[in-house]
């Protein structure tokens, strides 16, 4: 027989390293064609860090995502970044770059305010052009940019940004992170009672990001994160005997595969985050969490009875089943 | 062992040169011939990242061995875009964001070609099937599926074009 | 250019919020990324290495005569060619970079071979012989802090201990309507990035330059640098493009092997993990034990939790005090909670390490804390998502650590959206 269950999930994620300091710097070069350079630490490991930095840099500069050019994780070139971990490259090498990219602006902002005979503060650049309370003026970027060379300027930024904490004292209070991200998932599975084999049908993925600095890349961490929680919850665990790895192999630890993958619906909330860049937190590992503990309940909802031990593999559904059928032990 | 003479046409253009009969096809693209687009991810034909086209056969590169291959037509990802021009499988790949890290990118645009090449409308069942030898620890395969569905509508109306 | 016809301002919001393709998606659709295994240089020399077989042993020698005399080897070296540090770890420096005196880990490395081709090396590494004492070993957390145990790093096996406190949750849970408690038991994980560990070394004008597949390139270089004992301005190390990571490739991999090849060979050398080194070797994520209690007042309010988390590190600390760490931060869940007490414990073992993995300690606690919602929620009648809405933060609410949230708060958002989007999509006909 076939039963159906449904399943929530909810998390909380703290955005870097736990009451840590754990800066990322960032170094920005404003060419003199107007395009632009930025050097960054960031290690981007498929997650789009790059991209979503390029972004952050072109928002603040003005300019296409096309004209930016990033450097990343290079020690030769690049300031430390610290690690592309704790889902903390958006925030805080985000906020690095942006801080850079207004150190370059300012110098232009600087050079356009005498051109025009205002103050910089209410110049802002975009579309190639200089732009004053909202207008623009005829003043190009690219003029800008040849009269601070002309002069022995270089439009040169750089920024670095620790988030705000404190370490935690003897009782675990204090301020560990800056900002933290949410996210609730709900999973519907059916589990067919004969082979124990539990189906995920579907995921509704909704996660609290701050901002959405790309909302494709974003989708893409939650998709790819549900699945790694449905791995989680339903197949995944390596054997050890004896200290010694068991399932070494593709062909033994078993991870799930195109047609394991459900429907995922990824909903973005964006609640935004005022030290964020633009609003931003992260979302890399947020993606996850929740999908074993919704998928979890799901089965526990499905079967009235309720698995404490990760995964919930068939074996363990169709062990605790027949020990059902004779001494109940359903859920409370 | 005594090296073989290893002829067979890669991305259009005819190979032939000495090989180890030991050695994988995989190896041959990779060592060889420098097309390391081709990736390893297991060895032993469980993840796909080899997949290349034989004849228009998707296989794992990992577990031919060159002499089987030979006097075959072998597709790598370096010969899908055609004179510099991304094939609309690669350009759906990119818009539909079914590019994280890459390394199962080159094995699951080819078996996406096979696919298509075969059947142009495919169900995103047959999608899912298509790609089932492949493996992709970072997108959830949503994004891969879409972008192969979004390829098959392009590649149609191209067709129609003509 | 955006927003320049209308005489309009571009606003930030046509990039920012916008779903721009990835910048190196076109060089990972064409197959023209050069990941590190990717690389080759002219001379280029291939490198792996010999992992122990036993998990916890006293090293006596390692005669690597017969395999320096094998055709077409460069070198073998062992702990006693390393010039600097022989010691790495993100939080802990207690990883051998090659094991001068204790084996803790079945896989720990011991020993390097250097070679012209694959042939050779493969030669080589069945001519070394590795006389070593073993030593009674732990596989599990309960077995390692038992008194009496052996100690793998001198002292006693807990590595860290996290405590958080607040209000006092005894008298809450004689207070509580309902009280659940339970344990929660989590498996160990393998990250399975499609892309093995890889990387290329060489000296580049004076300076021992490194392609790896990596999540922290300054952390490698600072590993490096120590670990030959030259400046950090003579290395440099360059990120490849990354086959995937989600926490297991933060440790150092082939970093510092590949960088003491190359400096004592003078020439590049390869290194490249197969998917059975890559999975036998690499860091994993912990698997916890966790005692969860919570009490809650008659309208499903939370009172009051008390969990007790124990994660099994493995042989050497890695990331195990901050997964831990964080675990405790995190274990109520997104819900106020008036009274905690919570500790966890990161334990040596001689099991294979567990570092950091996507998440961190969180998707463990919360299948506890999930499941315990649920089951307050069975106890008193109520939907799981009137139950999480009750509890969960609010600006202004405060945390277990005492902190107060202020902004950007959107656990609640999360929650609505969620239920509305499953209610959309008809998941919960028959259900509520
Ligand atoms: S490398 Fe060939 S299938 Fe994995
Ligand atoms: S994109 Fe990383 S494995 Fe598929």
Not at chain 2, 94 to 109: F, R, S, W
Not at chain 2, 140 to 148: H, L, M, Q, S, T
Not at chain 3, 81 to 99: A, S, W
């Amino acid at each position: 027989m076939k039963k159906r269950g449904i399943g929530v999930g909810c998390m909380w994620y703290g955005i870097g390293n736990t009451g840590a300091p754990n800066p990322a710097g960032a170094f920005l070069d404003f060419l003199e064609d107007g395009t632009v350079l930025v050097l960054t630490g960031c290690a981007d490991i498929g997650q789009g860090s790059s991209t979503a930095l390029a972004q952050i840099a072109a928002g603040e500069l003005g300019v296409n995502i096309e004209d930016i050019l990033v450097v990343a994780g290079d020690t030769g070139v690049s300031p430390d970044a610290g690690a592309t971990s704790a889902s903390r490259q958006t925030y805080i090498s985000g906020n690095a770059v942006l801080l850079a990219a207004r150190q370059a602006k300012e110098v232009l902002l600087q050079e356009a305010a005498g051109v025009l005979g205002a103050a910089a503060s209410e110049l802002g650049l975009g579309g190639g052009y200089v732009w004053r309370g909202g207008e623009r003026t005829p003043v190009t970027v690219k003029d800008i940019l040849a009269r601070c060379r002309q002069k022995g300027k270089l439009t040169l930024g750089s920024g670095w940004f620790n988030p705000l904490t404190t370490g935690l004292d003897e009782a675990g209070q204090g301020v560990p992170y800056a900002t933290y991200s949410y996210a609730t998932q709900v999973a519907e599975v059916e589990v067919d009672t004969e082979t124990g084999k539990v189906s995920v049908l579907r995921l509704a993925a909704a996660h609290d990001v701050g901002r959405a600095v790309n909302p494709q890349a974003v989708e893409g961490q939650i998709e790819g994160g549900c699945l790694m929680g449905i791995g989680y919850a339903l197949l995944e665990e390596v054997k050890v005997d004896r200290g010694r790895v068991g399932n070494p192999r593709y062909a033994e630890y078993i991870l799930p595969m195109s047609l394991d993958a459900p429907e995922i619906h990824a909903i973005i909330v964006e609640d935004p985050e005022p030290t964020g860049p633009y609003g931003a937190k992260g979302v890399g590992e947020p993606a996850l969490i929740p999908t074993a503990a919704a998928i979890a309940n799901a089965v526990a909802d499905a079967l009235g009875v309720r698995f404490y031990d990760l995964p919930v593999t068939p074996e363990k559904i169709l062990a605790a089943l027949t020990a059902e059928g004779d001494h109940k032990s359903p859920d409370e | 062992m005594k090296p073989f003479r290893f002829r067979a046409t890669v991305n259009g253009r005819p190979v032939d040169l000495p090989v180890d009969p030991r050695r994988r096809l995989l190896d041959v693209l990779r060592e060889d011939l420098g097309l390391t687009g081709t990736k390893e991810g297991c060895g032993e034909g469980e993840c796909g990242a080899c997949t290349v086209l034989l004849d228009g056969r998707p296989v794992n590169a990992c577990l031919v061995l060159a002499p089987e291959a030979a006097g075959c037509d072998i597709t790598t990802i370096e010969g899908v875009a055609v004179e510099g021009r991304l094939h609309p499988i690669q350009e759906a790949f990119l818009e539909a964001g079914a590019v994280q890290c890459g390394y199962c990118t080159p094995g699951m645009i080819l078996a996406a070609k096979a696919l298509l090449d075969k059947d142009p409308r495919p169900t995103d069942q047959a999608i899912k099937t298509a790609v089932s030898g492949n493996l992709c620890r970072c997108t959830g395969y949503v994004k891969i599926v879409k972008a192969v569905r979004l390829a098959a509508a392009r590649l149609a109306r191209e067709e129609g074009a003509v | 250019m955006t927003g320049q016809a209308d005489g309009k301002m571009p606003a930030v919001s046509s990039v920012i919020g916008r779903s721009c393709p990835r910048v190196d998606g076109a060089d990972k659709v064409t197959g023209s990324a050069l990941f590190a295994a990717d690389r080759r240089m002219e001379g280029m020399l291939y490198a792996r290495v010999l992992r122990s077989t036993v998990p916890h042993a006293v090293l006596r020698r390692i005669d690597a005569e017969a395999a320096r005399a094998v055709p077409g080897v460069a070198a073998v070296y062992t702990a006693a060619d390393i010039p600097g540090e022989n010691r790495v770890g993100i939080i802990v420096k207690d990883e051998p970079v090659l094991v001068d005196d204790r084996i803790r880990r079945v896989g720990d490395p011991l020993a390097l071979v250097v070679a012209g081709n694959e042939q050779a090396l493969a030669a080589a590494m069945s001519e070394i012989e590795v006389f070593y004492e073993e030593l009674p070993a732990v596989f599990s957390p309960e077995e390692a802090m038992a008194g009496g145990a052996p100690a793998i790093h001198g002292q006693g096996n807990i590595q860290s201990v996290t405590r958080i406190v607040r209000g006092d949750v005894d008298s809450a849970l004689k207070e509580a309507r309902a009280v659940i408690s339970r344990r929660y038991t989590t498996q160990m994980v393998e990250h399975a990035y499609l892309e093995p560990e890889a990387g290329l070394a060489a000296v580049v004008d004076g300076l021992v330059t490194i392609w790896v597949s990596t999540q922290n390139p300054h952390y490698d270089r600072r590993e490096v640098a120590r670990v030959l004992g030259i400046g950090q301005n003579r290395v440099r190390v360059v990120q490849s493009p990354t086959g995937g990571g989600f926490g297991g490739k933060l440790d150092i991999s082939v970093q510092c092997l590949l960088g003491l090849a190359a400096w004592k060979t003078g020439r590049p050398v390869r290194m490249v993990y197969s998917r059975e080194e890559s999975m036998a070797a690499s860091p994993k994520r912990h698997p916890c034990v966790i005692d969860y209690t919570s009490a809650c007042d008659g309208d499903g309010r939370l009172l009051a939790v008390k969990v007790k988390i124990v994660g099994d590190t493995g042989a050497y600390a890695s990331y195990g005090p901050a997964t831990l760490k964080r675990a405790a931060v995190h274990a109520t869940g997104p819900y106020e909670v008036p009274n905690v007490f919570i500790e966890s414990y990161c334990v040596y073992t001689n099991n294979p390490t567990a570092g950091a993995m996507r998440g961190f300690g969180v998707p463990q606690v919360a299948f506890a804390h999930e499941s315990q919602m649920d089951l307050l929620a069975g106890a008193l009648g109520l939907d799981p998502f009137t139950i999480r809405l009750r509890n969960c933060f609010r600006p202004g609410g405060v945390t277990a650590t005492g902190q107060r949230l202020l902004h950007s708060v959107g656990i609640k958002e999360t929650i609505d959206r969620a239920r509305a989007k499953a209610e959309e999509l008809g998941m919960l006909e028959g259900k509520r």
